[in-house]
C-alpha cells in the first residue's frame, strides 16, 4: 500500500500511513466534507473541502477491494497557514 500526498515523498505501508496522517492532522483542525465521489473500473476519486476554504482531491487504485495506492493533491500552504 502506497500513499501519495504530491506535496510529500510516498508512504509505504499501513502503518506509516496512518502514523503520517496522525501527524499530518494533529497540525491543524480540519473537517473533510465530501464533494464528489467518482469511479472508473479499479480507479476512485475523492473531491473534498473544508469549512475553513482547503479543498483538494484524492485519486485511489482498488484491487480487490482494498485501496492499494492512493495519491492526494492539496494546497499544503493553505493547509499551513490554517
Known sequence: MINHQVTNEPVIGKTAIRDMFDREFKEADMNCIIENIFEDNDW???????????????????????????????????????
Not at 476519486?45 to 492512493?70: S, T, V
Open 44 to 82: 476512485g476519486i475523492l473531491e473534498w473541502k473544508d469549512p475553513l476554504g482547503l479543498r483538494g482531491c484524492g485519486f485511489f487504485h482498488i484491487n480487490y477491494g482494498n485501496i492499494k495506492f492512493q495519491r492526494g493533491y492539496w494546497d499544503k500552504l493553505s493547509f499551513l497557514r490554517q
